[in-house]
């Protein structure tokens, strides 16, 4: 027997990504259902690492410290050639005072899977697991897609939007007809997570690089647990030829160089790398994220926590719209964002994948005879360290060309130019304390949030009042002394003024210390007339 139901929003996928939007959208009050062709969360461990920028956003939802409990922070990486530490990287407080989480944290798939399913179940909410998508159509007034359960009874689900969240060979994507632009490197690699006895130090990755072949060691938590990443050149000109867990074996061996012995193996698996991405995110009500999205390569660690950048970023536009207070249009700028990032980031991770993986002579001579000593003598200055957190933590990514960023200048071709701060719109609001405590802890509502920057002579009351008066639903007031660190990271010191969206990034910058240009910058995006189109949760 066929049912119906009507919700606001139908997530395709239940893994990191589809999960992360869930809880997102609890946030802002929006109705959903969510399913998954699988039983449950997965139980292996898959991605490995969380960065900063995810953990800013678990934040939020109080579940970072949770993870961080649970997870554990990198503390170095030692290179090695030929059984000998060629290098030693430091990556204790990597970050320096660029995030309240300056680390890398090995917190699994799995470990986040189940972190994520466990507060939409303390909120009330259920993923509908072994439901497959059926069919799926879409008109100007919502989305319908049909699921099918294991036993093949059939449900319609109604709702105003569709997000697929459904990984690499995503059904949503077909359905949509997106082509998936992008290739295939044609190595072959391999991943598995063993047991295994190997005298390392605490919390340290072990990199071992060779002409054509490499192997990383990972720590994973609980005692002699490890993961083991690397590639098989013996197989890239051998199709499909099936790889044995000895054969890994031996070339980790082979390779290392050192007395290790694994006792066992919990998972195993080979695999060819694709570098991908649809050619949009989005069309009509429907939208990509995640892995369905866009995929790439393992450098850096960037896939799991680009796909919950993505729904970090898609929630509050939709919460948005379904609340009344911001046009259609908005929903635009997830595909202008979040695509342009996606093109970035392959090309970012394609060429460090080149450097650890690649066979052409001159890689491998970089790797044996430069990689070594410049790490080591990079990594010592404060300066370098940050600029490779930013690229790595995903602090870094901005959004200054988008839609939603405007800058003091008139000129939408000045925006890129304006000199006045150190610090653009469409840039990650920066980390720093406020009265010792760390300043995202006053920007956590659902919300805009307005920071007035003050020398102490204004205490900003009839800006305040008029804010309330006009947007006070969506908008909170913040004044915030100018700090030496503040003056440190923007640039100036004369009173000024930031306009925050709801996902912690500029969207306005600004020496005006009236509410003309917020004004200006609403009237475009958001609606002042409230006309939820949300149905009650």
């Known amino acids: ?25 609890i946030r802002y009050g929006i109705n959903f259902v969510i399913f998954d062709k699988k039983q449950g969360i997965t139980d292996l461990s898959k991605a490995l ?39 030693q990287i430091d990556f204790s407080n990597f970050g320096g005072q660029l995030s309240p989480f300056p680390f890398m944290l090995v917190f699994e798939q799995n470990k986040n899977e189940r972190l994520l399913y466990e507060h939409l179940q303390h909120n009330g909410k259920e993923v509908q697991w072994q439901k497959e998508m059926e069919s799926l159509t879409q008109d100007a007034n919502g989305v319908k897609a049909v699921l099918k359960n294991a036993t093949g009874e059939t449900q319609t689900i109604e709702a105003q939007y569709l997000v697929g969240c459904d990984g690499a060979g995503s059904p949503t994507r077909h359905l949509l007809d997106f082509h998936f632009e992008g290739s295939t490197y044609p190595r072959l690699f391999y991943v598995a997570d063993v047991d295994m006895e190997f005298p390392a130090d605490k919390a340290t990755f072990y990199v071992t690089l060779a002409e054509n072949s490499f192997v990383l060691i990972v720590p994973m938590q609980g005692e002699k647990h490890w993961r083991l990443i690397g590639n098989l050149p013996e197989y890239d000109e051998q199709g499909d030829r099936e790889v044995t867990y000895n054969e890994v074996e031996n070339k980790v ?46 450098a850096g660690g960037q896939g799991m926590n ?12 939709i919460g948005f719209v379904l609340k009344g207070y911001a046009k259609d249009s908005i929903l635009e700028t997830y595909n202008e964002e979040r695509l342009a990032n996606a093109k970035r980031l392959l090309q970012t991770t394609d060429k460090f994948f ?63 130019h304006q000199r006045s701060f150190e610090v653009k719109a469409g840039d990650r609001m920066p980390y720093f304390l406020a009265d010792g405590t760390n300043v995202y802890d006053h920007l956590s509502a659902p919300k805009f949030h307005l920071l007035m920057f003050s020398n102490g002579e204004h205490g ?44 912690n990034y500029i969207g306005l910058i600004s020496t005006e210390l009236s509410l003309e240009d917020l004004k200006a910058y609403m009237d475009e995006f958001i609606t002042i007339e409230k006309k939820p189109k949300t149905l009650s949760v």
């Open 1 to 25: 027997m066929e049912t119906t139901m009507k919700t606001d929003v139908i997530i395709v996928g239940a893994g990191p990504t589809g999960l992360s939007l869930a809880v997102q959208l």
């Open 49 to 87: 690492v969380v960065h900063a920028r995810t953990l800013e956003i678990y934040d939020q939802v109080g579940l970072a410290q949770q993870a961080v409990a649970d997870g554990e922070i990198v503390q170095k990486v030692n290179l090695m050639h030929d059984g000998k530490i060629s290098a």
């Open 253 to 298: 061996k082979q390779l290392v160089q050192r007395p290790l012995e694994i006792t066992n193996v919990r998972w195993f698996s080979s695999y060819k790398v694709h570098t991908r991405h649809a050619e949009k995110f989005s069309k009509g009500r429907c939208f990509l994220a995640g892995d369905a999205a866009h995929v790439h390569t393992p």
């Open 306 to 317: 680009t796909g919950i950048q993505d729904a970090y970023n898609l929630a509050w536009k």
């Open 354 to 416: 080149d450097v650890a993986a690649g066979n052409r002579w001159y890689l491998q001579f970089f790797r044996d005879n430069i990689l070594p000593s410049l790490a080591s003598v990079v990594t010592r200055f404060s300066v370098a360290k940050e600029f490779i957190f930013q690229l790595v933590s995903q602090i870094g990514i901005n959004y200054r060309n988008s839609s939603l960023s405007l800058h003091q200048s008139d000129s939408r071709a000045e925006r890129l």
């Open 460 to 503: 900003y009351e009839d800006l305040q009042a008029e804010l309330a008066n006009k947007y006070g639903d969506f908008i909170d007031f913040n004044v915030v002394p100018l700090y030496p660190r503040v003056v440190e990271i923007f640039g100036t010191n004369q009173p000024f003024k930031v306009l925050l969206r709801p996902d």
